[in-house]
Nanobody, 117 residues
Framework: QVQLVESGGGLVQPGGSLRLSCVASGSIFSLLGMGWYRQAPGKQRALVAVITNGGGTNYADSVKGRFTISRDNAKNTVYLQMNSLKPEDTAVYYC???????????WGKGTLVTVSS
């Protein structure tokens, strides 16, 4: 029932920045835990960052200090600010929503981030 639409991916030079956005449908955004995951070619989908419905955050070690996850409840939107991008950040990035009460997950279709010179 929850629909997620990502945007903001693209091609960026190493050391550059991108901001991903994910807009969630419905009226239960404040009840959702939100996250970003990524999947590089030939690899499993991996956690990048999560933000709870209460605003707490957690990051993968590989992006800590470079990426920032945030949410705007008034806009039903979660963001991933990505700075100091590296070629190894190249992946399809997926928005995830979890209904906290039921631990039900919803996924966006993904947006491609390519970091290359």
């Amino acid at each position: 029932q929850v629909q997620l639409v990502e945007s903001g991916g693209g091609l960026v030079q190493p050391g550059g920045s991108l901001r991903l956005s994910c807009v969630a449908s419905g009226s239960i955004f404040s009840l959702l835990g939100m996250g970003w995951y990524r999947q590089a070619p030939g690899k499993q989908r991996a956690l990048v960052a999560v933000i709870t419905n209460g605003g707490g955050t957690n990051y993968a070690d590989s992006v800590k200090g470079r990426f920032t996850i945030s949410r705007d409840n008034a806009k039903n939107t979660v963001y991933l600010q990505m700075n100091s991008l590296k070629p190894e950040d190249t992946a399809v990035y997926y928005c995830n929503a979890r209904v906290v009460s039921t631990r039900t997950d919803y996924w966006g279709k993904g947006t491609l981030v390519t970091v290359s010179s």
